[in-house]
């Protein structure tokens, strides 16, 4: 119980806007998969050995737990990973919240989305890019100061000074050399460090996430497949924000250690209930608010997930029409007052909870 808690210290509201802002990011999974054939991470299978912070808090302070689900209580759309489409002179889609992981927790399908899947013609996703390798290589290449740093700057050049020893012990201890990423943007480090060593090994080892899993699949079936966004609208979003933030993103994660664990364990199981809506409010009322970092979240949030939100609701539009459509996006672009959802509702669309 300690450890899990133990989380709560003052450095870490930055890196847990980061560990769980790259779980709406899908191209994770690629930026990982070409990072540790990078490195010299192996695919040994760990144990997954992470604590749920939720389970542990209602044993503890289960006056703060209630306080929580009552904040998640009230965030709109907040409960469900399934959701029925339907408008009048179109045929019903459905819209399900993934998670970008290869665990078999979230690989399995509950039975409700599984027959809605099943019984789609299209299946859509974030972005098709990423099942095509040398595609999703040349979109990075197109920009490729996007996730590389194309003048004199390192990344050692833009550490604290004081940080510069732990980062390179971190990254080496996780088969990472500092000298082979030295000229890497922060976040794509990031993508990898923010992970349990469990799911970098099913990742090292091929399996899919979710989301690459529903759209090879659906190929197989004969479906049509078809993305709301590119890789380059994704990675134009993770590169606009400050390079300050994505710094201390990176130290802040590295220097959590194995807690990161926890914070993987309580998304996975949080996604198993379907408790979309106790995301935020469960992971920052176990973090004191630290100077300034409100400011770097709300800029991450607004970035990451709300404006590609509408984004994605303009893009899903043409979809819905042609109807029996499945599409599946990161499972915190649904709730909220500007989530999917409610954005969907606004262009005429009646979005129900079916599962």
């Known amino acids: 119980m300690k450890r899990a808690l133990a989380i709560a210290d003052r450095t870490a509201l930055t890196a847990l806007a980061l560990i769980v802002g790259l779980n709406v990011l899908f191209l994770i999974s690629f930026v990982v998969t070409m990072m540790l054939a990078m490195g010299k991470a192996h695919a040994e299978a760990p144990a997954c050995k992470g604590v749920d912070m939720l389970a542990a808090l209602e044993k503890s302070d289960p006056a703060l737990a209630a306080s929580i689900r009552d904040e998640a209580d009230k965030t709109p759309n907040g409960k469900g990973l399934l959701w029925k489409i339907e408008k009048a002179g179109e045929k019903p889609s459905y819209l399900f919240g993934t998670m970008h992981m290869a665990d078999p927790r979230v690989t399995t399908l509950p039975a409700p989305a599984q027959q809605a899947y099943e019984a789609a013609d299209m299946v859509v996703i974030e972005t098709t890019e990423i099942l095509d390798q040398s595609k999703m290589m040349a979109a990075i290449m197109k920009e490729p100061d996007l996730t590389m740093f194309t003048d004199g700057t390192t990344l050692t050049s833009l550490l604290p000074p004081q940080d510069v020893e732990m980062v390179e012990k971190a990254l080496d201890a996780r088969g990472i050399p500092a000298g ?172 129900t909870a079916a599962g």
């Open 180 to 351: 082979s990423v030295a000229k890497m943007k922060p976040w794509m480090l990031s993508a990898m460090v923010a992970l349990p060593a469990c799911e970098l090994a099913r990742k090292a080892d091929g399996a899919p996430v979710l989301d690459v899993k529903l759209a090879r699949d659906a190929e197989a079936a004969g479906k049509d497949i078809d993305g709301l966004e590119t890789v380059a609208d994704q990675l134009r979003a993770m590169a606009s924000l400050p390079m300050e933030f994505h710094i201390k993103g990176l130290v802040d994660t590295l220097k959590l250690g194995e807690r990161i664990d926890d914070v993987n364990e309580t998304m996975i199981v949080l996604y198993q209930h379907g408790d979309t809506g106790m995301f935020w409010p469960l992971f920052r009322a176990v973090l004191p608010d630290e100077a300034g970092a409100d400011d770097g979240f709300a800029a991450f949030d607004e970035t990451m997930v709300t404006a590609r939100n509408r984004t994605m609701a303009e893009r899903a539009e043409p979809i819905l029409k042609r109807g029996n459509a499945f599409i599946a996006v990161g499972a915190m672009h649904l709730p909220g007052a500007d989530g999917l959802i409610e954005l969907l509702r606004a262009r005429g669309y009646t979005l």
